[in-house]
């Protein structure tokens, strides 16, 4: 059971450039998550999703695109990649409301 | 605003007690979670409170207080590889997390 999975782990983008995290959930799991760490500060929401087909703005979503076509995946975009995005991003899941979340292993992404 | 406050660093010697404590302030309440994050990997979950008193997981517990906004996270018989940060959440009335910036725990032999 691979559980939550994310690629790329690491990525180096030049300022301006464009990408796309992808994370894959094989629970059946209603809610997924996208969120940032940077070092000093806890986790921060970027944008989630309660469904398939469904998607919302989190704490810091500017800058950041989403898109939840199948229930199993969760897309986050960065169009004009800034260096401001250098962070370690985290994908997480979960079946409801209360339950607790999975994560997956993280994508280090590098802005220069 | 909501706000969760943990120690930033704290340290402990191997075989030893450790408490790691946790207090909010958040827009409703509707449980508190710990979460273990080892260096360069994803958090895990330990432990859900939404009542108030002692949750006991073997070498783990974790206790809450909602009149207090307190939580606190209890590790017994240290070992080297409880070496990580400890990330307390609390889920607010909207049952969104708001986490604390985490605890980095370093175990001394």
């Known amino acids: 059971n691979a559980g939550v999975t994310q690629t790329p782990k690491f990525r180096v983008l030049k300022t301006g450039q464009s990408m796309t995290l992808l994370c894959a959930q094989d629970?059946?799991?209603?809610?997924m998550y996208w969120y940032r760490q940077d070092p000093g500060m806890g986790l921060r929401l970027i944008h989630y999703?309660?469904?398939?087909?469904?998607?919302a703005k989190g704490e810091v979503p500017d800058g950041y695109n989403v898109s939840r076509l199948k229930k199993q995946n969760f897309l986050l975009g960065l169009e004009s990649a800034a260096p401001s995005q250098t962070s370690v991003y985290f994908c997480?899941?979960?079946?409801?409301?209360?339950?607790?979340?999975?994560f997956g292993e993280g994508s280090r992404l590098t802005v220069l | 605003g909501q706000n969760i406050d943990q120690p930033t660093e704290m340290t402990a010697t191997e075989g030893a007690i450790v408490q790691i404590n946790c207090t909010y302030q958040?827009?409703?309440?509707?449980?508190l979670f710990w979460y273990q994050q080892h260096a360069g990997e994803a958090p895990t979950f330990l432990s859900y409170?939404?009542l108030d008193g002692l949750e006991e997981k073997g070498r783990f517990s974790s206790f809450l207080s909602r009149s207090k906004g307190y939580s606190y996270l209890l590790l017994k018989e240290l070992q080297m590889k409880d070496s990580a940060s400890y990330l307390c959440?609390?889920?607010?009335?909207?049952?969104?997390?708001?986490w604390g910036a985490g605890t980095k725990l370093i175990i001394k032999p």
């Open positions: 409170n939404v």
């Open positions: 629970m059946n799991h209603e809610y």
């Open positions: 997480a899941s979960r079946t409801g409301d209360t339950g607790e979340l999975f």
């Open positions: 999703s309660v469904g398939e087909g469904t998607t």
């Open positions: 958040t827009s409703g309440f509707n449980g």
């Open positions: 959440a609390v889920m607010d009335s909207n049952y969104q997390l708001i």
